[in-house]
């Protein structure tokens, strides 16, 4: 029951502090010794957090509904109220003192709502850990090479070299965030050359069967997995679509359009930022109804087995592979892309038409903005051949190349 100025009123404490909810996580918190704090409680990346609202009477009871609104309206946002509570204060009260980490929090809290969520938390971790301990608490102006170098160097000491990596990237940014606002005048990261720090990167490609007797068995192994449901729906798209493994459990009904027989990933889930759209063939379309019939009632295609609030977890179709025989070596879900990107080369595809199907090319932003439709309606043949092609091979029949049939 929601509460009210004259049930607050009359509120006494007891020997143990209780707790007064009005609801979606607003609750008075009486203390023995009479005090009433309001208090949010929400979940942000899977973790229980609380935010103080202020004390009764000097945060009235609307006035405490008016802050729980504006904190659900920033989680809706995928921020959390928390890290926005301190970017406010910092840009408020801490930009004078222009230190690293302040900067770096700021920078943060308005660049979090354009990642990914399982990025949004592993980058707040790195920079807690790796980076605000060593050079955070230092005016951003002082800030030169061999510090940031510092940084890279603890980094590299415990062999996180992809760590390492990212954090000299994710440190520019945060420095010309600063130059752009008048905080700072350079980017010293810019004076740093990785490769004559850091050993090169051990590029690994991702385990994937490309002989068309293979891709035959595989296909044949996924028809008669005997797992869940929605997770052998999952298995039988993933070839047919080949995004990455990321997009595809992150699936929403809303995405997709059956009239046009197609889904539209926002830029937000893409690696790349950008928009992308999938041809749907009718293969696709028969799986995606099926799954429908069951998933269709609640915001993703494939969730969880626990809660169908969260999408399946990302370990899932790798483990549903391995129980099909496949080694992590032989084929992972990554796979199904460069399985996809091999045989349609080899079948004489466009490389301009596969590589925009696979999400590649562009980086230009202002072109990469009108180019997620480019070569669609090639797109739109190529999928549907490849998803025939990949019948005729399920079912051990003379295939023939396609090569020229997308024009």
């Known amino acids: 029951m929601a509460l009210t100025d004259t049930a607050i009123r009359n509120a006494k404490p007891g020997d143990k502090p209780v707790r007064m909810f009005d609801g979606g996580g607003l609750y008075l918190e009486i203390s023995p010794a009479g005090g009433k704090l309001w208090r949010l409680k929400y979940r942000f990346n899977s973790k229980e957090k609380l935010l103080a609202l202020g004390s009764y009477p000097d945060v009235s009871l609307a006035t405490a509904r008016e802050k729980r609104n504006d904190a659900r309206q920033l989680l809706a946002n995928h921020t959390d109220p928390s890290e926005h509570r301190k970017a406010t204060k910092s840009m408020q009260s801490g930009i004078a003192a222009n230190t690293f980490e302040v900067i770096g929090r700021v920078?943060?809290?308005?660049?979090?709502?354009?990642?990914?969520?399982?990025?949004?938390?592993?980058?707040?971790?790195?920079?807690?850990?790796?980076?605000?301990?060593?050079?955070?608490?230092?005016?951003?102006?002082?800030?030169?090479?061999?510090?940031?170098?510092?940084?890279?160097?603890?980094?590299?000491?415990?062999?996180?070299?992809?760590?390492?990596?990212?954090?000299?990237?994710?440190?520019?940014?945060?420095?010309?965030?600063?130059?752009?606002?008048?905080?700072?005048?350079?980017?010293?990261?810019?004076?740093?050359?990785?490769?004559?720090?850091l050993p090169p990167a051990n590029v690994q490609?991702?385990?994937?069967?490309?002989?068309?007797?293979?891709?035959?068995?595989?296909?044949?192994?996924?028809?008669?997995?005997?797992?869940?449901?929605?997770?052998?729906?999952?298995?039988?798209?993933?070839?047919?679509?080949?995004?990455?493994?990321?997009?595809?459990?992150?699936?929403?009904?809303?995405?997709?359009?059956?009239?046009?027989?197609?889904?539209?990933?926002?830029?937000?889930?893409?690696?790349?930022?950008?928009?992308?759209?999938?041809?749907?063939?009718?293969?696709?379309?028969?799986?995606?109804?099926?799954i429908q019939a069951v998933t269709g009632n609640g915001r993703y295609v494939f969730p969880g087995e626990r809660t169908r609030e969260r999408p399946m977890s990302e370990n899932t179709i790798n483990a549903a592979l391995r129980r099909m025989g496949y080694t992590k070596d032989e084929m992972t879900g990554h796979g199904f892309r460069s399985?996809?990107?091999?045989?349609?080369?080899?079948?004489?595809?466009?490389?301009?038409?596969?590589?925009?199907?696979?999400?590649?090319?562009e980086r230009n932003k202002v072109s990469a903005a009108y180019n997620y439709a480019e070569y669609l309606p090639e797109r739109r043949k190529m999928m549907q051949q490849w998803a025939d092609y990949l019948d005729k091979l399920k079912a051990g029949a003379e295939v023939i190349p396609l090569h020229g049939k997308t024009a």
């Open 339 to 361: 399985m996809a990107s091999t045989l349609l080369h080899e079948l004489g595809l466009p490389h301009a038409v596969i590589e925009r199907q696979l999400a590649h090319g």
């Open 107 to 197: 920078w943060y809290a308005k660049t979090a709502p354009t990642l990914a969520e399982s990025t949004k938390a592993k980058l707040l971790t790195h920079l807690e850990r790796d980076v605000f301990p060593i050079i955070g608490n230092r005016p951003i102006t002082e800030l030169a090479a061999p510090d940031l170098l510092a940084v890279i160097r603890r980094i590299e000491a415990r062999g996180a070299m992809d760590i390492a990596r990212r954090m000299h990237n994710i440190c520019g940014r945060i420095f010309r965030y600063a130059v752009g606002h008048g905080l700072a005048t350079r980017d010293p990261s810019r004076d740093i050359e990785l490769k004559d720090i």
């Open 205 to 290: 490609h991702h385990a994937s069967v490309t002989d068309p007797k293979a891709v035959a068995e595989l296909l044949r192994a996924i028809d008669g997995f005997t797992g869940s449901f929605t997770t052998r729906c999952a298995l039988r798209l993933a070839p047919l679509i080949f995004v990455r493994p990321g997009e595809l459990r992150h699936a929403e009904w809303a995405e997709f359009d059956f009239t046009k027989c197609e889904w539209r990933i926002p830029a937000s889930k893409m690696k790349m930022k950008e928009q992308h759209i999938v041809p749907l063939a009718t293969q696709a379309v028969t799986i995606l109804r099926e």
